[in-house]
């Protein structure tokens, strides 16, 4: 094992090296025409183009005999198949009308069950349940590659639903009208066709839709940005406008918001006019009129209590000398947020405020009851569940429900007017465990625990923290056998992701531990700034120009593990999707010396070109825009697709993504691949043609994607 002091000197020796060498694809014009002229694998970005398909179908039979010949493929998969469509799986709960309802998939039901029973039955060891809708018998009906994206229903009774249906797991969704009572599609009801939509029941014979009326009607992103009425019986272009935001508007598309109690009286409508990926404006509508809040472009809201508006600034917000710190959780008189006739706008009282996280403290999740409010409250990146309660213009006070120490709190759904929450808690070595609360009753009880899916007796998890470039301190996990020696030669996956304000606390990842931990493997997950680990300021630290930032944790994480011998360079490997591909091949161009094996997943690679590629442009508030040279400048000197070198020290990565993805462009993936070939590096490249960037199609095909994962890691690292 190399020392750690030279190890650090060779791993600066070849940064320095990788940055005196030109990257060869590096455009010496950053304007749009300049990056376009200077890609030679454009084609690659027309989805089901001739060329594109012609290098999938080559890269794909290239990569499936490197995997899926290995012989731990066949038995990672069928433990990965037998974990996802285990039949004693929790059932996930949702409150339907007087019952429960649940999206349900296994072995004989791949495509999946829409199904209902009453709570006194699912409190039972074994349910009785009753089919709804049916997605494998609509699919095979139909001659559709149909994915459940979710059902929205029109409280109280919630009989009529809106269930919205995808294509092989796009993010574009068909929408139609469903009647539980009746079990059918409704004849003649509401029905969309397929599209990025944004629908909220309005009354039982009206919806509010923001999606593509036409021409004109979307943002560059391809997010809607003009709100309608539709009637029941009206075609879309019938529909009566009611809210228009501008065409230049960014982020995911304006987004009407219906608030009700828990009788089904409707509260307040709500609209949000996003003008970029975390700024926007908040609109109330009153009748025929639209009214501007006074509230900061930059917030969270979470729902209605009596007359408030529950919220969560992401910014520091002052009003007339009061002011509220960032990642606060407040409750504000709607009234109060009005436009005011003395041209002040003012908080009332300390009442406003629900709670204060510490710098160390985020809120996650919220739920707004008739009486409560609840939230998950992470405290260094472990969580528990409170019940906030307030009577008039006293201090909230606040109640702990019980759930395991060191864990992840989910909430999940409630119902307004029982007063009643379902949530979850799980830990990495922890299998989940569902319990309920009735918050009228001051009760909550445990349900079910999932059974363990490996054997966890070996095992042991560790917090500790890295010291990044700035000097910030970077908490990660580390999951591994207890009688790991430290030596550096422990086979270890590090995931990280350090965007958009998302966190990653403990989470039992029974796929991870019965492929890999149980193997001997060991799993690291970096909680890297650009997440919500400690509130806004975590994520704001890393915004366009300061990135460079989350990649310098993502490394010392990784040298932090290496200096205390949990793993080597020869015996890490890091994973990362989505944004996390950002962060990933960026790793790869950066630091190769840190790593053996790199899983990028449904990635953004081409970070020049990003805002091109839909639905790219809606995260410009997160990157910057590399239309603007000074943005282009700083985006250039990181961006994974421009940075190769040659001569590099590349370990063979695997590049992963889906044809029907929508959401982050599969060219991304294919130049890098494609690039990564004609400079001379070994890779794997395999596209899957169904699942959509959520991999949620079906357990079949989401076991064999973990099984090449895992192949392709345990030869990189175990082999």
Known sequence: MRPVLLTLAMSLMATTALAQSAPPHMPRDLSPAGVRAADEHLALEEVNGTEAMAFVASENEKSLKALTSDRRYEPFRQQAFDILSATDRIAAPSFLGDGIGNFWQDATNPKGLWRRTTLASYRSATPEWETLLDIDALSKAEGRDWVWKGADCMPPDETRCLISLSDGGKDAVVVREFDT????????????????????????????????????????????????????????????????????????????????????????????????????????????????????????????????????????????????????????????????????????????????????????DVAVLDEKIVATVYDNVTGHVVSFNNNGNQPWTRTVLPAAENAAVHLGSFDRKSGRIFYTFEGFLTPPTLAIADLNQSTANVIRSAPARFDASKDVVEQFEATSSDGTKIPYFVVRPKDAPMDGSTPTIMFGYGGFSVAYPPAYKPEMGKLWLENGGAFVIANIRGGGEFGPAWHEAVLREHRQLAFDDFAAVARDLEERKITSPRRLGIYGRSNGGVLTSVSLTQHPELFNAAVIESPLIDMLRYWELPAGASWIGEYGDPRVPGDAAFIARYSGYQNLRRGADYPRVYITTNTRDDRVHPGHARKFAARLGDMGYDHLYYEETSGGHSNDADPVANARRWARHYVYLAQQLMD
């Open 181 to 364: 009572t009746t079990k059918t599609f409704v004849e003649g009801g509401f029905s969309l066709p397929e599209g990025k939509h944004r629908i909220e029941w309005l009354d039982k014979d009206t919806l509010l839709v923001a999606t593509d009326f036409g021409p004109g009607t979307l943002t560059e992103s391809g997010y809607p940005f003009i709100v309608k009425g539709l009637r029941r019986g009206q075609t879309l272009d019938q529909a009566v406008e009611v809210f228009r935001g501008a065409a230049s508007d960014g982020g995911y598309g304006v987004s009407p918001r219906a608030f009700r109690n828990g009788a089904g009286e409707l509260q307040a409508v709500i609209v949000s006019r996003p003008l970029d990926t975390f700024r926007a404006e908040t609109w109330l509508l009153d009748g025929s009129k639209t009214i501007k809040l006074g509230l900061p472009e930059k917030v969270s809201i979470h729902g209605m209590i009596d007359n408030r508006l529950v919220f969560t600034p992401d910014q520091d917000w002052t009003r007339r000398g009061n002011a509220r710190t960032a990642g606060s959780l407040l409750a504000v008189s709607l009234n109060v947020l009005r436009p005011p006739t003395d041209g002040n706008i003012f908080m009332s009282t300390e009442a406003d405020i629900v709670l204060v996280p510490t710098p160390r403290q985020s809120i996650e």
